[in-house]
T-cell receptor
Framework: DTEVTQTPKHLVMGMTNKKSLKCEQH?????MYWYKQKAKKPPELMFV???????INESVPSRFSPECPNSSLLNLHLHALQPEDSALYLC???????????????FGPGTRLTVL | AQSVTQPDIHITVSEGASLELRCNYS??????LFWYVQSPGQGLQLLLK??????LVQGIKGFEAEFKRSQSSFNLRKPSVHWSDAAEYFC???????????FGDGTTLTVKP
């Protein structure tokens, strides 16, 4: 099973709302990632969790707050977003995040976020 | 500076024709190399990867890629394209000991009937 699931598939929120994106994997992977992808652009790395600890934060604004409750789950809490934050948010997981052979990432289908 | 380049923004091929998508990287050491495909509104699907060993790697959906160290390239090929191959293709690299991927800007593939 190489599946990463993400919920919801679509989300529309106002700039004052608080919402969360959820990602789940049951492959026993110990690294999980959040990416943001704008149309016709490559994914941009936001956060990396390794063994449930935040290991990389790519200078993401604090209105995005990641959380890794356990090794299978990854959340992204959203608050006071801007219209320019509208994008496809992708979650991925890998066995490790150490720059080695176990870094092969498997992606979820994404959450299409629209901020009004 | 370290970088990944996909020189072709958009490629159009006829169904049944062969395909080659280019990827070049610039790193001090040979990174780990990946090709992903993304259909509109979907996540990224791993096509194939290269870590070491045989420089010609086979992937899913009939794709293959060849690593050429002398040219710092990892080009993706398919001998006969199907209409369902129309999608965005991303090359990605993970430098040794880096822990995160760098993606190329992508190549959009259009398949003509």
């Amino acid at each position: 099973d190489t599946e990463v699931t993400q919920t919801p598939k679509h989300l529309v929120m106002g700039m004052t709302n608080k919402k969360s994106l959820k990602c789940e994997q049951h492959m026993g992977h110990r690294a999980m990632y959040w990416y943001k992808q704008k149309a016709k652009k490559p994914p941009e790395l936001m956060f990396v969790y390794s063994y449930e600890k935040l290991s990389i934060n790519e200078s993401v604004p604090s209105r995005f707050s990641p959380e890794c409750p356990n090794s299978s789950l990854l959340n992204l809490h959203l608050h006071a977003l801007q219209p320019e934050d509208s994008a496809l948010y992708l979650c991925a997981s890998s066995q490790a995040a150490s720059g080695g052979v176990r870094d092969t990432q498997y992606f979820g289908p994404g959450t299409r976020l629209t901020v009004l | 500076a370290q970088s990944v380049t996909q020189p072709d923004i958009h490629i159009t091929v006829s169904e049944g024709a062969s395909l080659e998508l280019r990827c070049n990287y610039s790193y001090g050491a040979t990174p780990y190399l990946f090709w992903y495909v993304q259909s509109p509104g979907q996540g990224l699907q791993l096509l194939l990867k290269y870590f070491s060993g045989d420089t010609l790697v086979q992937g899913i959906k009939g794709f293959e890629a060849e690593f050429k160290r002398s040219q710092s390239s990892f080009n993706l090929r398919k001998p006969s394209v199907h209409w369902s191959d129309a999608a965005e293709y991303f090359c990605a690299v993970v430098p040794p000991n880096a822990g995160k991927s760098t993606f190329g800007d992508g190549t959009t593939l259009t398949v003509k009937p």
